[in-house]
């Protein structure tokens, strides 16, 4: 696909804060932070069919498991075309197919498993990873989580039976950002060393220093997806900022759930010229 | 009218395993994932016939329910099988989020439900389980009697697309439902014509319920008795159609009385025929230590709390 990913970037996080700032609620922090990764998945990395069907054979999947950030969930999937960008519109408005997490339950095509209630995504991910085994898809399962939904212990569970079934078709990236609503992931609870929790549980563990850089998350994905099948799971610990993209979101954890105001969001646009046409 | 008779002494939870086994020899997208319960809940002989399509996940139900759901994408149809409280009050976001509110096609099938687990006590015992589970949108919810009802509904529920909490017990108890009934999701079966009072009971209750029924002929009181295996969707129309012409009911179950299938009969019944009712259930209390018979007895949820509750009900209508 000839495209400017670049281009892609900018419109959806324009799509992001305009979308928070209509109805005045949302999580764009953490929207921000994954707005690169989400776009080099959907735009370079998976091989996906835009005629959805719930039970995806021979596509990759991926699976959104910290859901809040359904705002840059959305606007990636309208911008690759599962449905019509104009709906953006109706992000958490009464009778949306867009609810304020993603839920199967309106039909809205890309989303295959309700997420918002933290910590159960990897699970799923998990099972979809085996029913490709069963049914010998050699495609790929893609999930990312966030930093602090670790602290949810059925993230543990998921992460023993993975190593321990050899379950080598998944991807899972963790989008460390280092924060949470209560404040930084090191005050409220912090994890210790992610990549020697990783490692002892016996995952392949992959860093991506630059979460925010393209390029590097595009070099780490295609690395990632060359190791796959090899008896172990794959996790990627990518480094973010929340509220990447727009000065005065980064560098803290206030904007994780909190949506600009008119004026801000006059500066936040003003950093993030449109390119491909708001919705 | 058919007169049931115990064929002999068998558990329901086997009449789960060898459904599964029937159908891990004839539907290929059946998986069974188990947390170390397999011998309790009887899928050894799946397992062993079909070990790629067993899932042992250990001693995690939160994790077996997520992977449950996330093998429906693919075709899949997965078979949990644990203890009743770890299948319901243990993952109850996990089955709400991941299965319900994204409709996944899972069957979540759970043993030793009820008091009648026995001497293991009330931290296993849950009483609960139906209420949590019929609150549930989207939910179906089975409770079965005996052997053959339950091996029926375990074959059954494969056909049907959709999340489903599949309710059975620990201990041998009669074997009466003819094996050749056909199970059918959502319809109550007439066991006994009566006309003085109607009894519906579902579980292991349906067999007490008979049993009072022949007591109840013998001092002159007619006991219509339905089994209700399918509490959610509720058949509403068989028990109403009984109540008109019995002009009362009692309600049986091995459940507490808040949640259970009573009340749900009740809302049936306020909203249509508002009748006398009595609940055969427990009284909001956790269960404790004993035999299955011991604590039956203890609790009111056998054939001599029915009769007695008749003989009461019929002179309050």
């Not at chain 1, 609870?189 to 990783?198: I, Q, W």
């Not at chain 2, 994790?63 to 409280?85: D, E, H």
Request: glycine share 10%; net charge neutral; with cysteine.
């Amino acid at each position: 696909m000839n495209i400017n990913l670049n281009n892609i970037t900018t419109q959806v996080r324009r799509d992001i804060l305009r979308m928070v700032h209509q109805v005045n609620s949302g999580h764009p922090g953490g929207s921000l932070g994954c707005t690169e990764f989400l776009i080099a998945l959907y735009f370079k990395i998976m091989k996906i069919n835009l005629e959805f069907d719930m039970d995806g054979d021979k596509e990759d999947l991926f699976f959104l498991s910290n859901g809040h950030i359904s705002p840059v969930f959305y606007s990636v999937l309208a911008r690759r075309g599962y449905f019509p960008v104009s709906e953006l519109k109706t992000f958490r408005k009464l009778n949306s197919r867009l609810q304020g997490h993603p839920t199967t339950h309106e039909g809205l095509p890309g989303i295959r498993i309700a997420s918002g209630s933290l910590g159960q995504g990897l699970s799923v991910s998990i099972g979809a990873a085996l029913s490709k085994k069963l049914n010998k898809d050699e495609s790929l399962i893609f999930t990312l989580l966030g930093d602090g939904e670790l602290q949810e212990g059925q993230n543990w569970e998921a992460i023993m039976f993975a190593a321990a079934k050899k379950v080598d078709n998944i991807i899972v990236t963790i989008d460390l950002n280092g924060k949470q609503i209560d404040g930084s992931t090191d005050d409220v609870l912090p994890m210790g060393s992610l990549n020697e929790k990783f490692q002892s549980f016996g995952w392949k563990v992959l860093k991506i220093k630059e979460g925010n850089n393209l390029e590097k998350i595009l070099e780490t994905l295609t690395h990632a997806k060359s190791i796959t099948k090899k008896s172990k799971p794959i996790v990627i610990l990518m480094y973010t900022e929340m509220g990447n993209g727009v000065d005065f979101m980064m560098n803290t954890h206030a904007w994780h759930g909190v949506a600009p105001n008119d004026e801000q969001l006059k500066n936040a646009l003003n950093q993030n010229p449109e390119t491909l046409g708001d919705y | 009218m058919i007169k049931f008779t115990d064929l002999g002494k068998k558990d329901t939870r086997s009449g789960f395993g060898d459904g599964l086994t029937e159908l891990g020899r004839t539907n290929n997208d059946v998986v069974a994932l188990c947390a170390d319960l397999t011998g309790s809940l009887k899928m050894n002989e799946f397992k062993k016939e079909n070990p790629e399509r067993f899932i042992q996940v250990g001693i995690a139900e939160a994790n077996m329910m997520g992977i449950a759901a996330g093998l429906t994408i693919g075709g899949k149809i997965p078979f949990t099988g644990t203890f009743a409280n770890f299948s319901t009050g243990r993952v109850y976001d996990q089955i709400r989020q991941s299965i319900a509110y994204s409709n996944k096609n899972v069957k979540i099938c759970a043993s030793h439900a009820g008091i009648t687990l026995g001497e293991d006590g009330a931290t296993h015992q849950i009483l609960e389980d139906i209420g949590l589970m019929k609150m549930l949108p989207g939910m179906t919810v089975v409770n079965t009697c005996d052997y053959n009802q339950t091996k029926a509904a375990t074959i059954e529920i494969a056909k049907y697309k959709g999340p489903v909490y599949l309710r059975f017990g620990r201990p041998k108890v009669p074997n009466f439902t003819n094996e050749k009934e056909k199970f059918q999701i959502g319809k109550g079966i007439l066991m006994q014509e009566g006309s003085d009072v109607t009894i519906v009971a579902t579980g292991h209750l349906v067999w007490q319920a008979l049993k009072a029924g022949e007591e109840l002929k013998k001092i002159g009181i007619s006991a219509e008795i339905i089994n209700i295996h399918t509490i959610k969707p509720l058949d509403s129309k068989i028990i109403l159609n009984s109540v008109a012409k019995t002009g009362c009911l009692i309600s049986a179950e091995e459940h507490n009385y808040y949640g259970g299938l009573g009340e749900s009969i009740s809302r049936v019944l306020a909203q249509n025929n508002p009748v006398p009712q009595n609940l055969i259930a427990t009284n909001d209390t956790f269960g404790e230590s004993g035999t299955p018979e011991q604590l039956m007895e203890k609790y009111g949820l056998n054939s001599q709390s029915i009769i007695k509750s008749a003989s009461e009900i019929i002179k309050r209508k």
